[in-house]
């Protein structure tokens, strides 16, 4: 197990020493070229004032004129130092003293910079330039001591290095305390998940940042989907109790009855009570078998998930000899959980099986919402009948198996996904028609 905050704290403490770092450089650089960029100017100008003191005598001997140069050239080891070279002959600046600069004659009109060690191992930048004076080739070379420049250099780069850890130490505290308070929600949203595990809370509802904003959402929607469907369970436990009562207490007083093998009358109603208690617990475990196994929010395959819940009806009424018509995309994925839409389809289906005579037709339609239509050809339903089949209960035909909670079933699970759900006949086949109207990619909240 990793710590956020130690990998955030790491990763800005390496981005920032890698910046701080390129730009120790950058200055460094910078500061270098800026200082020999100006040296370079003053040894341009100190070239161009001894190429104007220098003369020619009739013997053709270069002459400088050492009034018209600045005093520091005679200073010995003074850091500032030239040489001239014209022909066989070399003028060395009294600053050199018994030093030399190895300096060679460049081609006329040519220019150049040079880095070399000077008298008492001193780093000089040498500035060489060639003319052409009184028809003579001159190379003039001027030197200037660079160690005061790297003095002043070495010094700035302790200093900034000094100031750069100081701010790199204080932007990770900032950091740290960035990161702790940015994570302080976290730590409110596992109180109130242990809140919500104690039944204090029903949802989590603590302010969070944007990029938690969604596992949030999602944690409620397993909360609520969760919660629908314990009470779906207990709607479902309240209907079979209901369902049950009667047969069980018409039994439980019969069978103490000592003459219940002599009463025909008595033998056929405790037949009668018990085939009706098993219808019952009939209905109970076919929707546990529609519902199937999977998990608790899985996406709804349209295509795939129907034809298993016609394989499964095929099998319950296969008196009937089934005939199912799917008008449904193979790349139909809903995102409403799998749980739900098998329950939702597989009452639907089998009350449609159940009236039909043999036909039923099953389409699902992706455009805005989501819309499924599951038709039969069976008798279908008056119109003043149509609003009373989402009652929990009611049935239109009592010769027929079942409760009647079916349809109510379905109408619970559309009113969670906030959906709607219509009656009506079937104009393709003159039966009963339901039609369902889901939002598109909804989950129920």
């Given at each position: 197990?990793?710590?956020?905050?130690?990998?955030?704290?790491?990763?800005?403490?390496?981005?920032?020493?890698?910046?701080?770092?390129?730009?120790?450089?950058?200055?460094?650089?910078?500061?270098?070229?800026?200082?020999?960029?100006?040296?370079?100017?003053?040894?341009?100008?100190?070239?161009?004032?001894?190429?104007?003191?220098?003369?020619?005598?009739?013997?053709?001997?270069?002459?400088?004129?050492?009034?018209?140069?600045?005093?520091?050239?005679?200073?010995?080891?003074?850091?500032?130092?030239?040489?001239?070279?014209?022909?066989?002959?070399?003028?060395?600046?009294?600053?050199?003293?018994?030093?030399?600069?190895?300096?060679?004659?460049?081609?006329?009109?040519?220019?150049?910079?040079?880095?070399?060690?000077?008298?008492?191992?001193?780093?000089?930048?040498?500035?060489?330039?060639?003319?052409?004076?009184?028809?003579?080739?001159?190379?003039?070379?001027?030197?200037?001591?660079?160690?005061?420049?790297?003095?002043?250099?070495?010094?700035?780069?302790?200093?900034?290095?000094?100031?750069?850890?100081?701010?790199?130490?204080?932007?990770?505290?900032?950091?740290?305390?960035?990161?702790?308070?940015?994570?302080?929600?976290?730590?409110?949203?596992?109180?109130?998940?242990?809140?919500?595990?104690?039944?204090?809370?029903?949802?989590?509802?603590?302010?969070?940042?944007?990029?938690?904003?969604?596992?949030?959402?999602?944690?409620?929607?397993?909360?609520?989907?969760?919660?629908?469907?314990?009470?779906?369970?207990?709607?479902?436990?309240?209907?079979?109790?209901?369902?049950?009562?009667?047969?069980?207490?018409?039994?439980?007083?019969?069978?103490?009855?000592?003459?219940?093998?002599?009463?025909?009358?008595?033998?056929?109603?405790?037949?009668?009570?018990?085939?009706?208690?098993?219808q019952s617990m009939e209905r109970v475990l076919k929707r546990a078998r529609l519902a199937g196994e999977g998990p608790a929010v899985n996406y709804f395959s349209a295509h795939k998930e129907v034809s298993s819940l016609i394989d499964v009806l095929k099998a319950m009424y296969r008196e009937k000899n089934l005939d199912f018509v799917i008008n449904i995309p193979e790349d139909a994925v809903l995102?409403?959980?799998?749980?739900?839409?098998?329950?939702?389809?597989?009452?639907?289906?089998?009350?449609?099986?159940?009236?039909?005579?043999?036909?039923?037709?099953?389409?699902?339609?992706?455009?805005?919402?989501?819309?499924?239509?599951?038709?039969?050809?069976?008798?279908?339903?008056?119109?003043?009948?149509?609003?009373?089949?989402?009652?929990?209960?009611?049935?239109?035909?009592?010769?027929?198996?079942?409760?009647?909670?079916?349809?109510?079933i379905a109408k619970d699970i559309i009113e969670q996904y906030h959906g709607k759900l219509k009656f009506g006949r079937s104009e393709k086949l003159g039966g009963f028609c339901v039609s369902i109207t889901l939002p598109e990619n909804h989950s129920s909240t």
């Amino acid at each position: 197990m990793y710590s956020l905050q130690t990998r955030l704290g790491s990763g800005l403490f390496i981005s920032l020493t890698v910046a701080f770092l390129l730009l120790w450089l950058a200055t460094s650089a910078t500061i270098r070229y800026l200082a020999e960029n100006y040296i370079h100017s003053r040894l341009q100008h100190d070239s161009e004032t001894i190429l104007g003191s220098l003369d020619f005598n009739r013997q053709n001997l270069a002459i400088i004129d050492k009034s018209k140069l600045n005093i520091i050239f005679q200073r010995p080891f003074s850091g500032h130092y030239f040489k001239v070279l014209t022909g066989e002959q070399q003028i060395r600046s009294r600053s050199l003293w018994d030093q030399d600069l190895a300096i060679e004659t460049l081609p006329s009109g040519k220019k150049t910079n040079l880095h070399l060690i000077g008298p008492e191992q001193k780093p000089l930048l040498v500035y060489v330039s060639s003319y052409l004076k009184q028809n003579h080739p001159v190379t003039i070379a001027v030197a200037e001591d660079l160690s005061h420049i790297e003095l002043a250099l070495t010094d700035f780069q302790w200093k900034f290095s000094l100031s750069a850890i100081l701010v790199l130490l204080l932007l990770i505290l900032i950091q740290v305390y960035i990161v702790r308070d940015s994570i302080r929600p976290l730590n409110k949203i596992r109180e109130d998940l242990r809140a919500l595990e104690r039944g204090e809370l029903q949802s989590l509802d603590s302010p969070v940042p944007s990029e938690i904003s969604p596992l949030i959402k999602e944690i409620n929607r397993l909360i609520n989907i969760t919660n629908q469907r314990l009470q779906r369970s207990r709607n479902s436990l309240g209907d079979l109790a209901h369902a049950l009562k009667k047969p069980l207490t018409v039994l439980s007083q019969l069978s103490h009855d000592a003459a219940i093998q002599q009463r025909p009358d008595i033998k056929r109603t405790l037949d009668t009570q018990t085939r009706t208690m098993h219808q019952s617990m009939e209905r109970v475990l076919k929707r546990a078998r529609l519902a199937g196994e999977g998990p608790a929010v899985n996406y709804f395959s349209a295509h795939k998930e129907v034809s298993s819940l016609i394989d499964v009806l095929k099998a319950m009424y296969r008196e009937k000899n089934l005939d199912f018509v799917i008008n449904i995309p193979e790349d139909a994925v809903l995102s409403n959980d799998r749980e739900d839409m098998l329950e939702l389809l597989g009452n639907i289906m089998e009350n449609a099986c159940k009236w039909t005579q043999q036909k039923i037709a099953i389409t699902v339609q992706l455009n805005k919402d989501i819309l499924i239509l599951i038709e039969d050809d069976g008798a279908g339903a008056d119109e003043n009948d149509l609003n009373r089949l989402s009652e929990r209960g009611t049935r239109l035909d009592e010769t027929t198996e079942g409760h009647g909670i079916g349809l109510a079933i379905a109408k619970d699970i559309i009113e969670q996904y906030h959906g709607k759900l219509k009656f009506g006949r079937s104009e393709k086949l003159g039966g009963f028609c339901v039609s369902i109207t889901l939002p598109e990619n909804h989950s129920s909240t």
